[in-house]
């Protein structure tokens, strides 16, 4: 929809002008026009907002040529133990200028570039290794030598858009470097108040792990200050499968934390409303830019500022007004934020909050509490229902019939605390029942998790995450002042974070916990989303109607848990589809009946250091974007890491019936306890065994089933399969070499599709095969770029000589082949 920023100007101008003219006589269209001009200025603001990537030029170097690259630090990172006594530190830079064999050009870009080095202690400590082990901060510049690669999309439907969140941080290109080839260079640049900022967040770092022990310390990291860089990957998916997982970023519960706590000690130190609220309002706004995570702090921090404005101007408080408020201010300032997952779901949490569960506390708990509030006045008796007056009237015959065995007032504050700390209970249970029902649709919708177990595990995290939160707070001031001083509240906090890590830990590894589900369809997305609309719209209405949105909330969240969509098929065709896994191997094949097997999961091989599970972040999201929640079969066709890393993910997510492997291969031994842990059939596939699959054949080719020792190269021990319906057939070879290929050759592998072995290494696709197989169409599984320069020219060449039409995944991303039997029709994703 793009007009000259003019345009849109223009019509914001003449909306609000028309409605302000019409508001007293034509009321509803005034505010129409009054939405219109809101439209008409966040489309202005979308238009006239400049991109935050401060060029592109850097690009025309991204072409795996090393380059010389002179820049300053804009955005510093941790240095990280990454095993076998290696370091990492990840930062983004922004160049100065670029140094090739043709000479030297000034180019400003943002990039982010992973520093690898030794770790000193575990090497002899020289002083190479102290350069290695340098620890580079904002505003340093660096001069070294680098290969750049621009970001890439896995290219599947429903695959995470990793350009669009780079270019949005105003990252354009990628890189690495070892660290002992950095040259630090004399000088600053960079904002000295960025640089302060990023000393104080490193000084707390630095204090928080001199007070606690490693695993408190990274979780007290994450808690405070939203630094995740010290946690490991196991312990995030535990606090996310028990749908705690906000505990461990910085959000609007932090700040309401740190805001109740300050507001209350201020109004107990006589402090005035006008003071304590500035001063809280301050303590936030310092609390998010020492915290650097941007958006999240800053939306909660605007409506705190907002309602406790509205509380000095003796307004009534109003949540959803000031969620409203928010909201418009933020859209109005980035309009593109409504489409992000992080804005939806912290109005969203708040939108429940206020929407159903307030007002639900508000006609069920809240007056309870009020009644058993001042007791021993009957004067107050009178104020309050018949029923709540006669609660009251009870109440004091047991306190008068306690007092006759004491004189003091300890009955009277045991009997109203006990009452008081079980309603707070009850509206503590309520509140985290609204919400894990109220946000089941976007957490089955971004994350494709069930949080079965969500309620009792936030019943246990939040509240000992406040009492971390506050004790770990009070240590930290104290350790500036008096190290000593800060040990007692450091205790507290330590056994808060340790009985909430073992009660997280504990529901993560429940089964029920790891409760998966595919993206939700549009008529469940709609039904969520109205049901979520109607229980809002009824909170307050009679108690009748009010259960019958609650009826509708919770059949839209059972719906979304326990019904299986309807997975994206076409019956009575073969499926073959070669997902983008980069440089691995993942193929899906679906029967004509609908039975589902997959061969391979991808994966990374170590010594690339990545954080990414090519399981979990790029092939179950294919899966689930298709709407599939079970496999019928995995296939291993050997165990290498780019073929097999992905499986684990993939077998505890969707639990397949069987694993399929060629041979018992000691590096296949983690994926067969896996398998076994989860309670699924293991079986060894041979050449010769033939399969019914679904309406279709499956033959095995390879690995011999005489095969008495192992291999003299892993790939020869690749299960190769042919799957065959009516006359069209595929033949998938995982990474066999030339010695298995003459194997296959003499075993009828005529086949119309042919996915190449080995990623187009000039090992495989031999002549002798080609002949044979004489397939119409191949397709190559390969990552871009790779370091390996698969596909091999020779290898290509051959196909072309064989008149084969070539796909590849790193050129057309995922490409799915039908076979109906009399032809064979491909369809790439066509996705950017």
Not at 469 to 482: D, E, G, H, K, P
Not at 484 to 498: K, N, T
């Amino acid at each position: 929809m793009w007009r000259p920023p003019l345009w849109w100007l223009v019509a914001a101008m003449v909306c609000l002008v028309c409605a302000v003219c019409i508001l007293r006589r034509r009321g509803r269209a005034a505010y129409a026009l009054g939405l219109g001009a809101l439209f008409a200025t966040g489309a202005l603001a979308i238009q006239v907002r400049t991109p935050t990537s401060t060029g592109s030029g850097i690009l025309t170097f991204a072409d795996g040529r090393e380059i010389t690259i002179t820049a300053h630090v804009i955005r510093e990172g941790n240095l990280r133990e990454r095993g076998h006594g290696e370091t990492q530190q990840k930062l983004d830079v922004e160049t100065e200028q670029v140094s090739t064999e043709d000479g030297t050009v000034t180019v400003r870009s943002g990039l982010r570039i992973s520093f690898y080095g030794k770790d000193a202690a575990s090497d002899s400590g020289t002083s190479e290794d102290a350069v290695q082990q340098h620890e580079f901060r904002y505003g340093d510049r660096l001069r070294f030598p680098a290969k750049l690669s621009p970001p890439r999309n896995f290219r599947n439907p429903g695959a995470f858009d990793y350009g669009h969140y780079l270019t949005n941080a105003g990252i354009v290109a990628l890189g690495s470097a070892k660290a002992d080839k950095v040259e630090l260079l004399p000088g600053f640049s960079g904002s000295r108040f960025e640089r302060v900022r990023t000393r104080l967040r490193r000084k707390l770092i630095e204090r928080i792990h001199l007070l606690w022990p490693g695993k408190e310390a990274s979780l007290l990291d994450a808690i405070l200050l939203g630094e995740n860089s010290f946690l490991g990957r196991e312990t995030i998916t535990d606090f996310q499968r028990t749908g705690t997982y906000h505990v461990l970023v910085v959000s609007g519960l932090k700040v309401a934390i740190l805001a109740l706590v300050l507001f209350w000690l201020l109004r107990r130190m006589r402090v005035n409303d006008v003071l304590a609220s500035v001063f809280t309002v301050l303590l936030v706004i310092a609390y998010a830019i020492v915290t650097g995570v941007g958006v999240p702090v800053w939306r909660a921090a605007l409506m705190l500022t907002i309602y406790l404005g509205a509380r000095l101007l003796y307004r009534h408080k109003s949540v959803l007004n000031a969620i409203g408020a928010a909201a418009l201010v933020l859209l109005l300032v980035n309009p593109e934020a409504l489409l992000g997952a992080s804005f939806q779901l912290s109005f969203l949490c708040v939108l429940a909050i206020a929407g159903i569960g307030s007002p639900l506390l508000e006609r069920s708990t809240q007056p309870l509490r009020r009644a058993f509030t001042n007791l021993r006045l009957k004067s107050l008796d009178p104020l309050f229902s018949p029923q709540l007056a006669a609660l009251r009237l009870k109440a004091n015959m047991v306190l008068d019939h306690l007092q006759s065995f004491t004189s003091s007032r300890l009955p009277g504050v045991v009997l109203s605390g006990t009452v008081r700390m079980l309603v707070l209970g009850l509206e503590f249970l309520t509140i985290s029942t609204v919400l894990q029902v109220g946000l089941a649709l976007p957490m089955a919708y971004y994350f494709h998790r069930a949080t079965l177990v969500s309620l009792p595990a936030n019943v246990l995290a939040v509240p000992l995450t406040e009492i971390s939160m506050i004790a770990a707070t009070a240590a930290l001031a104290f350790s500036f002042v008096w190290l000593p001083l800060a040990r007692f509240p450091a205790v507290i906090a330590g056994s808060a974070l340790h009985a909430m890590d073992g009660s997280v830990r504990w529901l993560g590894r429940l089964q029920i916990a790891d409760t998966r589900v595919p993206t939700p369809q549009l008529v469940v997305v709609l039904f969520g989303a109205g049901a979520l609309i109607l229980a809002m719209l009824l909170s307050r209405r009679r108690w009748l109607l009010v259960g019958a949105g609650w009826l509708a909330l919770a059949a839209s969240a059972a719906w979304i848990c326990a019904v299986p969509p309807h997975p994206e098929m076409r019956p009575g065709l073969l499926e073959m589809t070669t997902i983008d896994v980069g440089q691995g191997d993942s193929i899906l094949l679906i029967s004509p009946e609908g039975r589902t097997l997959l061969v391979d999961g991808g994966g990374t091989p170590a010594w690339m250091h990545s954080d990414l599970d090519i399981g979990e972040d790029v092939v179950s999201p294919y899966l689930w974007s298709r709407g599939i929640q079970r496999l019928d079969v995995v296939a291993l066709t050997h165990a290498h890491a780019d073929h097999m890393g992905g499986l684990v993910a993939v077998l505890a997510n969707f639990h397949p019936r069987e694993l399929w492997l060629g041979v018992d291969a000691p590096g296949a031994q983690p994926l067969e306890r896996e398998a076994q842990a989860l309670g699924i059939n293991v079986t060894f596939r041979h050449s010769g065994n033939i399969v019914g699959f679904g309406g279709a054949k499956l033959a095995v080719l390879a690995p011999s089933s005489d095969l008495e020792e192992r291999a003299s190269r892993a790939n020869d021990e690749s299960l190769v399969m042919k799957v065959s319906y009516g006359n069209t057939s595929a033949l998938l070879e995982g990474d066999a070499e030339k010695k298995t290929e003459r194997l296959v050759a003499d075993e009828d592998p005529q086949a119309d599709l042919l996915k190449v072995a080995h990623h187009g290494s000039a090992t495989s696709t031999i002549p002798e095969l080609l002949a044979a197989v004489h397939p119409r169409y191949a397709v190559i599984s390969v990552g871009a770029r790779n370091v390996y320069g698969h596909p091999r020219q020779e290898v290509l060449d051959r196909l072309a000589e064989a008149h084969v039409l070539i796909y590849r995944t790193d050129l057309e991303g995922a490409i799915t082949f039908y076979l109906d039997g009399k032809s064979v029709s491909p369809r790439p994703a066509a996705l950017p």
